[in-house]
């Protein structure tokens, strides 16, 4: 891994991290195009970022997160669900992150879904996340728990979650995007943890310059991105981002058994 190598993730990263697309996907798909080994820095660093785009969040819905402690035991009982399945399944989904044949399937898969979400839950009646409750919190954490698998998205699962109990589509992303603060947050932690533990104690210098450099930047994209997809969501709805999935997944098929993407 590179300068450069960074930067192109930590941009990805960025933009991806709060659209339906999923950002883990994508950065995956990108190492694997670009040649960067599979070392266990790199699995850190794809992690690691992502908690700098997640950071945008707290600074813009700042507000949000100085309102009530009900706000934060919603956000705990969100994430039980996700710390469970990841504790639980830790090998099995680091295995999965080194698979751009999961990437592919999963990206065409959930961009069918994405077609017809705004079909299936076109009566929203919670429009605030004061209104949502602890066991539809729950829920959702349940919806999130399907991000483990590369190429599903954190972002299109919890809000797909969010709109199958009945909140409007922006109340459903906004719910998505503070679920992600605790999310990413203890999945960082945890990496850096397993990278400590068993690989090195320390990092060099080099690798502290990528990862604050790469946190910079998914921190930068990520505010810019966060406000376009609420105001697209709220005109456009999920039917432009399931076309996207699909078409992505499909040339991403071809490249696979053609020989010209490898894990």
Request: proline share 3%.
């Amino acid at each position: 891994m590179n300068l450069f190598h960074v930067i192109v993730l930590a941009i990805l990263e960025g933009i991806t991290e709060f659209l339906p697309v999923s950002s883990t996907g994508h950065m995956i798909i990108a190492s694997s195009f670009m040649g960067i080994a599979k070392s266990d820095f790199v699995k850190l660093f794809e992690v690691a970022i992502q908690l700098g785009a997640i950071l945008s969040v707290v600074v813009l819905y700042y507000k949000r997160f100085f309102k009530s402690l009900d706000f934060y035991f919603k956000l705990v009982v969100g994430v039980i669900p996700a710390i469970i399945v990841g504790v639980l399944l830790k090998k099995h989904i680091d295995a999965m992150l080194e698979s751009p044949l999961t990437v592919a399937i999963t990206l065409l898969l959930g961009g069918i879904v994405l077609l017809f979400v705004d079909q299936w839950f076109n009566k929203p009646t919670v429009t605030k996340e004061e209104n949502i409750g602890y066991p539809t919190a729950l829920k959702i954490g349940m919806f999130q728990c399907l991000a483990v698998i590369p190429g599903m998205s954190r972002s299109a699962a919890t809000i797909i979650g969010g709109m199958s109990q009945k909140l409007t589509r922006t109340a459903a992303a906004e719910f998505s995007f503070f679920l992600a603060v605790p999310t990413m947050f203890g999945a960082t932690l945890k990496e850096v943890w397993d990278y400590h533990k068993h690989v090195s104690p320390t990092f060099t210098g080099e690798q502290i310059k990528f990862l604050v450099i790469g946190n910079i930047i998914a921190f930068i994209v990520a505010m810019l991105a966060i406000k376009t997809f609420i105001t697209f969501l709220e005109k456009k709805g999920f039917k432009l981002f399931g076309y996207y999935r699909i078409l992505a997944g499909v040339v991403l098929l071809a490249l696979y058994f053609t020989g010209h993407l490898t894990a």
